[in-house]
């Protein structure tokens, strides 16, 4: 599976943006959905998952309340809504496919190439 994302940018403190991620092929709904994110010199970090069905979510406490991730299989995309952003929030985000749910990096086997968040203070 090939994954597109997009809709990063440049946001002040407290504002909002909206990334999406396309999937190439057919087998889109059999994929775990994750996003992740690394700032620079630091670690890469998960940010939130959604299972196959998107009944199931999961997310890093630093985002929780902030951040929601959706999919609609149909269209073959995932999102992510970020409200509130903070200077903290900026990295490079990744949007990944995997069989297993959860927020370990290992689990999934396909990634997206990145897009920039900046949030400036």
Not at 57 to 67: D, I, L, M, P
Not at 93 to 114: L, P, R
């Amino acid at each position: 599976v090939q994954l597109q994302a997009s809709g990063g940018g440049l946001v002040q403190a407290g504002g909002s943006l909206r990334l999406s991620c396309a999937s190439s092929g057919r087998t889109f709904s059999i994929y775990q959905m994750g996003w992740f994110r690394q700032a620079p010199g630091k670690e890469h970090e998960f940010v939130a998952a959604i299972s196959r069905s998107g009944g199931r979510t999961n997310y890093a406490a630093s985002v929780k309340g902030r951040f929601t991730i959706s999919r609609d299989n149909a269209k073959n995309t995932v999102w992510l809504q970020m409200n509130d952003l903070k200077p903290d929030d900026t990295a490079v985000y990744h949007c990944a496919a995997g069989i297993t749910f959860g927020s370990e990096a290992a689990y999934y086997g396909y990634w997206g190439q990145g897009t920039l968040v900046t949030v400036s203070s």
